[in-house]
């Protein structure tokens, strides 16, 4: 079956960085719509970032635009985000998401997810 396997996260200062990384497998991954969601403690699950499989368009939350940034290597089946910037308002548990078609990352109901790697943000 396909996996998602995270890995990248941590504790950091504000205005600090981290680059998450997604390795995926089981699946052909240049058809995967991909995405990165987080959530913290008593909210909703927030989709952050996302890139389309067919155009590669990427999507960012308002709350990170500028600091976040998708990116895939097919080389490797890997899916990164990079996070600068950091505030304490990001913390939160980040998952990578996969799908065959953009609706499921768009409407946070994805086939396919991680199992999450916390990230921690410290003022």
């Known amino acids: 079956q396909v996996q998602l396997v995270e890995s990248g996260g941590g504790l950091v200062q504000a205005g600090g960085s981290l680059r998450l990384s997604c390795a995926t497998s089981?699946?052909?991954?240049?058809?995967?719509?991909m995405g990165w969601f987080r959530q913290a403690p008593g909210k909703e699950r927030e989709r952050v970032a996302s890139?389309?499989?067919?155009?590669?368009?990427?999507e960012y939350a308002d709350s990170v635009k500028g600091r976040f940034t998708i990116s895939t290597n097919n080389a490797n089946d890997t899916v990164y985000l990079q996070m600068n910037s950091l505030k304490p308002e990001d913390s939160a548990v980040y998952y990578c998401?996969?799908?065959?078609?953009?609706?499921?990352?768009?409407?946070?109901?994805?086939?396919?997810w991680g199992q999450g790697t916390q990230v921690t943000v410290s003022s």
């Open positions: 998401a996969a799908d065959y078609s953009y609706g499921g990352i768009w409407f946070g109901t994805p086939r396919y």
């Open positions: 089981g699946g052909t991954f240049n058809r995967f719509s």
């Open positions: 890139i389309r499989w067919n155009n590669g368009d990427m």
